[in-house]
DNA sequence: CTTTTATATGAATGAATGTTCATATATTCA
DNA sequence: TGAATATATGAACATTCATTCATATAAAAG
């Protein structure tokens, strides 16, 4: 038994009723780029602290230590997943968190790895 | 203005309050991992499909349309970070989320992309 | 005990992605 | 107007990662 659809063994009934509950492709699509924000060290570490200020990118530069090259592109990337929204003063840009899901989001996943949910083996 | 560190223009004070609030590096790596899991379609389905049933592996490969040996990688993976645990009956292994943090963070992702949270550009 | 079946897994491959480097744009200041 | 500064961005490079393929393991059935 290997190859795609060569499935035998199979409970019908179940696959039948879970199919029809399935999100749509489309929307797990969306789902998961939403989520790949999340999946990145310093896209993390940006969202955590935008929970506390609205920063501009040379903040968040000398906050996380990095490059201002790296972190204004991650910026642009959590400015199209809606993330982050952008005001611009003078020369100085100002990020700041875009809706309170990313804070319910980081929140539930913080819970998890506190009750023991971490990388194993 | 262009290498790491040398940011010239900082708001010192915002920096250094936000500085004292940031969770760990590690907890952040911990939670980098944690969404990473979250972040690919076929794990996200997988997810989806075993929100409604405890299901083996040739349900959700035939469900998912996909190859066996690809998702039993993908459950591997999902064990890994503790979001699913499974249970050996006879050949067939059944599998579960292991708990409800995973429901409510999709739920909060889905409610996010609901309200115009797609990826835009 | 041999065959079949359900699942697991290591290696290889191709695609996706994060950072760097160089440079472009835009705004302020002299 | 010209220099300096804050940010953005394209291309290149290295790394990560998902799937495939081949095969291993383990349980059931004959």
Redesign the pocket.
Known sequence: ????CE???VHPEVVQRVESLLESREKIYDLA?CF?AF?????LRIMNALLYDTL????L?KLLD????????????L?QVNFVV?Q????????RLADDHIEQIIKVGLEHIEEGGKYER
């Open positions: 038994m290997n190859g795609k499935v035998t063994l780029n790949k999946a990145d060290e310093t896209r501009c990118v040379c903040d530069a990095m490059t201002q090259s790296a972190i204004s592109h991650q910026l642009q990337y400015r952008s611009k003063v003078g020369k100085v840009v100002y990020y």
